[in-house]
C-alpha cells in the first residue's frame, strides 16, 4: 500500500513570497490533516479536511495561509506572502475514518521542509 | 500554553539500560497515542490507548495510560541504538486532529 505522498520535499524561499505544498493521501482514507512543525517542537494542527470539506481550520493563520482538497483526494497548502516564522516542516497526514469515530491511526508523509530567508 | 507536557525534554543513555518518558496533561482525552519519529520523515504510530489503566506491549516497549486518562508513560527495557527518535504523544478528544506534546528526544549511545 502507496503511503502519504508529499512535494516538494524541500523549498527555500525568501520571505514575502508565495508557496505550496501537495499532499496525496493513502488511497480511501477520507480525512486529510495539514500540521506545521517547528524546529524541537510537536507538530501543530493547521487544517482538517474531511472529504472535501473543512472540519477545523482555527489555527491555520487565515490572513496568509490557504488550502484545499477540491476533489476529496489530493490536497495543497499554500503560503501568501511567506515570514521568517513560517519556516518549518509541514506535515500531511491522512486517516481512514470519518468524523465522530476515533480513536483513528493517522499515517504521515515525509513532509516538505520550508526555510523562509 | 502546551496542553501535553512531554518530560525529558532530552534522553541520551547507554544501549542496555532502562529509561521512562512521561506524557501529563490537565485535560482528559479520548485516547492517547505514541508517535516516533526519525530525522527526515514523518511520525508513525506506535501504539493507540483508550481505557483509563490501560497498558499495552510492543516487544521491549510498555505502554500505559493513567487512570484518570490525562497522563500516559512509556517505558523501554534494555534500550537498543535502533530506539534512537523523537517519542511524541498525542491526544485526542473526539474526532478532532491530533494534539502533540514537543516530544522526547532520545539517544541510545552503542
Known amino acids: 500500500e502507496a503511503g502519504v505522498a508529499q512535494s516538494p520535499r524541500y523549498k527555500i524561499i525568501e520571505k514575502r513570497q508565495s508557496v505550496a505544498f501537495w499532499c496525496n493521501p493513502i488511497s480511501g482514507h477520507a480525512t486529510l490533516y495539514w500540521y506545521q512543525q517547528i524546529l524541537g517542537q510537536g507538530p501543530k494542527l493547521l487544517i482538517q479536511f474531511q472529504n472535501n470539506g473543512v472540519v477545523d481550520d482555527s489555527q491555520l493563520p487565515k490572513d496568509r495561509f490557504s488550502a484545499e482538497r477540491l476533489k476529496g483526494v489530493d490536497s495543497t497548502l499554500k503560503i501568501q506572502p511567506a515570514k521568517l516564522e513560517d519556516s518549518a516542516v509541514y506535515l500531511c497526514a491522512s486517516s481512514f475514518s470519518t468524523s465522530g469515530s476515533a480513536p483513528y491511526e493517522q499515517y504521515f508523509g515525509p513532509g516538505t521542509r520550508l526555510t523562509v530567508t | 500554553t502546551q496542553l501535553l507536557e512531554q518530560s525529558p525534554q532530552f534522553l541520551s543513555i547507554q544501549e542496555g539500560e532502562n529509561l521512562t518518558v512521561y506524557c501529563n496533561s490537565s485535560?482528559?482525552?479520548?485516547?492517547l497515542q505514541w508517535y516516533r519519529q526519525e530525522p527526515g520523515e514523518g511520525p508513525v504510530l506506535l501504539v493507540t490507548?483508550?481505557?483509563?489503566?490501560e497498558v499495552k506491549k510492543l516487544k521491549r516497549l510498555t505502554f500505559q495510560f493513567g487512570d484518570a486518562r490525562k497522563d500516559s508513560s512509556l517505558h523501554i527495557t534494555a534500550a537498543q541504538p535502533g530506539d534512537t527518535g523523537l517519542y511524541l504523544c498525542?491526544?485526542?478528544?473526539?474526532?478532532?486532529?491530533?494534539?502533540f506534546g514537543k516530544g522526547t528526544h532520545l539517544i541510545i549511545q552503542p
Open positions: 485535560s482528559v482525552f479520548s485516547s
Open positions: 498525542a491526544g485526542t478528544r473526539g474526532a478532532d486532529g491530533l494534539t
Open positions: 490507548v483508550v481505557t483509563g489503566g
